[in-house]
């Protein structure tokens, strides 16, 4: 696992948006996995700036969606297909040909979940899956005590998650769902390159937990050290609990550039 210390959002955006560029630049029909919530944003920012200037054509790389509430309409602006589309594949310029996601109006949910999985693994793999992290470590939503095995599924989420997400929906937890779909931590790990981005202090016990700590159900994203190819692009503040920070530092600061993430 590399560990990447950024010194703000920004700069991990930047970041992350060029390795993604450069995979599309080897690989032009590229499977990007995207994540939802603010972390990502900077992300999309700097990609979107990206083929704006013509620096990089992403026309025909793919989106996959990582994870979808269970039971909003169609169309409902929170729904992470509206979400994704809004943040990821409009500002992009592709259209929703592109763009693929589980179904979480589907009336047999569990055969949706099977469906997406299926899905991936025909498309051949998600070359580079982006994600964020809950304050509970999770990835995705799959919340703490996911089996590390897990496949693409229903999950219900935590009242922290809720909680958390409480703010996408006039601050009302009741309008949050309880139930999601979820690529499973199995799943996720099948991607040919995990990047996970984490900003801010709030994240800080996360971040350590998941890169110091033992790999355990109990925090999902820990399933990272699993992978041989997993980049973890933290802020100051989120690398605020890393015992090993300086020694994240200097290896990143060796590194030739010309390597990428
Ligand atoms: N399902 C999403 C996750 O994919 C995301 O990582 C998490 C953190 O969101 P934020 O980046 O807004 O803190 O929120 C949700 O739970």
Redesign the pocket.
Known sequence: MEVVIVPDARAGGELIAEAMASLVCRKPGALLGV??????LPVYEALSAKVRSGAVDMSRARIYQ??EYVGLPAGHPESYRSTVLREVVEPLGLTEDSFFGPDGTAEDVQAACEAYDRALAEAGGVDLQL?????DG????NEPCSSLASRTRIKTLTEQ?RV??ARFFDNDIEQVPHH?I?QGIGTILEARHLVLLATGEA?ADAVAHSVEGPVSAFVPASALQLHPHATVVVDEAAASKLKLAEYFRATYAAKPAWQGL
């Open positions: 994540a939802t919530g603010s972390t990502p990582l994870d994600l964020g992290i809950g304050t999770h990835i995705g939503f998650t958390d997400n999601v979820t994240k």
